[in-house]
């Protein structure tokens, strides 16, 4: 095993990653001020989760789990499908 190539692998995956984190983050927050709400309000008034959450995920500064897209979804009373539908995702899979 190649250790040093397995370690570069790795980083293009998380600069990937970061990349994916950080566009959906903006759109996510594009979403949001589209219908007009704050984070605290939106996560105060709705739940599911809390604005500090809210606020890293716009950032792209955390991997999420799916759970709480679903509750971002449901606070935002966007059908997740709607949610993820126009945003333009692109992962390269480096073999």
């Known amino acids: 095993m190649n250790y040093i190539n397995n370690t570069s692998n790795i980083t293009y995956m998380q600069q990937n990653d970061k990349k994916l984190l950080q566009a959906f983050g903006k ?10 709400t704050s984070l605290n ?31 971002i979804s449901a606070a935002m009373e966007i059908p997740l499908a709607k949610l993820l539908e126009d945003f333009d995702y692109k992962y390269e899979i480096q073999e």
Request: hydrophobic share 35%; no cysteine.
């Open 27 to 36: 759109h996510l927050k594009k979403k949001r001020i589209k219908i007009g």
């Open 41 to 71: 309000s939106l996560m105060f008034n709705k739940g599911g989760t809390t604005s500090a959450t809210l606020s890293r995920i716009e950032n792209g500064l955390v991997d999420f789990k799916f759970s709480t897209l679903v509750k």
